[in-house]
């Protein structure tokens, strides 16, 4: 059973930084597309970035590219989002997700397109 635990999250003030770690675990098979989503209260859940687990690089949502730096730790299972220059509308529940990949390097932003989510952790940015 795949298994999704996000920590981090915390509140801070406009122009902070944190960086969130996702542990991944209880995948059989290798290779797989993971990504952070973020949603906040009345709104959709938007893809922030993905990757793919074994190779190659992450994809970002214009809202939040040279803001936002993707880290996938192969070994540890890992994947972390470290947010700088946080903004008050950065305020959301953030969580990590995973899939199998439609083809080797997948990578997208779609919610609907990932099986596995964790339980999310709160971001709170105020003015």
């Known amino acids: 059973q795949v298994h999704l635990v996000e920590s981090g999250g915390d509140s801070v003030e406009t122009g902070g930084s944190l960086r969130l770690s996702c542990v991944i675990s209880?995948?059989?098979?290798?290779?797989?597309?993971m990504a952070w989503f973020r949603q906040a209260p009345g709104q959709e859940r938007e893809g922030l970035s993905s990757i793919y687990q074994v190779g190659g690089y992450p994809i970002y949502a214009d809202s939040v590219r040279g803001r936002f730096t993707l880290y996938r730790d192969i070994a540890q299972n890992t994947l972390d989002l470290e947010m700088n220059n946080l903004k008050p509308e950065d305020t959301a529940v953030y969580y990590c997700?995973?899939?199998?990949?439609?083809?080797?390097?997948?990578?997208?932003?779609?919610?609907?397109?990932?099986?596995?989510w964790g339980q999310g952790t709160q971001v709170t940015v105020s003015s």
């Open positions: 209880g995948h059989t098979y290798g290779g797989y597309t």
């Open positions: 997700a995973t899939t199998p990949p439609v083809s080797r390097g997948f990578k997208t932003l779609r919610p609907q397109s990932y099986r596995h």
